[in-house]
């Protein structure tokens, strides 16, 4: 079944732990990105990669770092989380950026 | 920087055409994307716009006018389950800045 899948679903962590979320696809897909959202707001692009090795920042990148050795695989890496941060997380791939985007369902995080 | 306008709420009745607006003004532009979200979920695409003109798929079309920097979601007989947030987003060669979101409730 093709799917994006992240892990993990919901994380409760307390402030400066080091914490990495998993992205995984399996759509050979070469786009991948990661969004948060927050109450009342859209989704606010964090970063994105166009292909391995290739990572651009988004809209709201600051605390946060991502890799691309692999193809299929997308983590975010928050090395010093904040309670700002704390938010729902959703990563996305797709052929390209401009093709249809399939999201994971989402990582709830909750930093204190 | 991006600017991404449309209304934080709308409501509608079922068998009904409603019409989602979108307005952004944009350093760059390469297409503007739709998304529905339902309550606790994750987005589904629906929809991409390159060019000037109106997509249909369905019972969902899409228009979008560049010049304009305008784009709207059109949702005909609309069913309960159409119930949900729908995010427009703009593409700017891999950078995508969403707005806020519309939410529609669909009224028996």
């Known amino acids: 079944e093709a799917q994006v899948t992240q892990n993990p679903r919901y994380l409760i962590t307390v402030t400066g732990k080091k914490l990495t979320v998993t992205c995984s696809q399996n759509m050979n897909h070469e786009y991948m990105s990661w969004y948060r959202q927050d109450p009342g707001l859209g989704l606010r692009q964090i970063y994105y990669s166009m292909n391995v090795e290739v990572t651009d920042k988004g809209d709201v990148p600051e605390g946060y770092k991502v890799s691309r050795k692999e193809k299929r695989n997308f983590p975010l890496i928050l090395e010093s989380p904040s309670p700002n941060q704390t938010s729902l997380y959703f990563c996305?791939?797709?052929f390209g950026y401009g093709s249809e985007a399939f999201f994971g369902q989402g990582t709830r995080l909750t930093v204190v | 920087g991006q600017n991404i306008d449309q209304p934080t709420e709308m409501t509608a009745t079922e068998g009904a055409i409603v019409q989602i607006n979108c307005t952004y003004q944009t350093s760059g532009f390469n297409g503007l994307f739709w998304y529905q979200q339902h309550a606790g979920e994750a987005p589904t695409f629906l929809s991409y716009?390159?060019?000037?003109g109106l997509e249909e798929k369905g019972r969902f079309s899409s228009f979008l006018s560049r010049s304009k920097g305008y784009s709207y979601l059109l949702l005909k007989e609309l069913q309960m389950k159409d119930s949900a947030s729908y995010l427009c987003?703009?593409?700017?060669?891999?950078?995508?800045?969403f707005g806020d979101g519309t939410t529609l409730t669909v009224k028996p």
């Open positions: 716009n390159v060019l000037d």
């Open positions: 987003a703009v593409s700017n060669a891999g950078k995508s800045t």
């Open positions: 996305a791939s797709s």
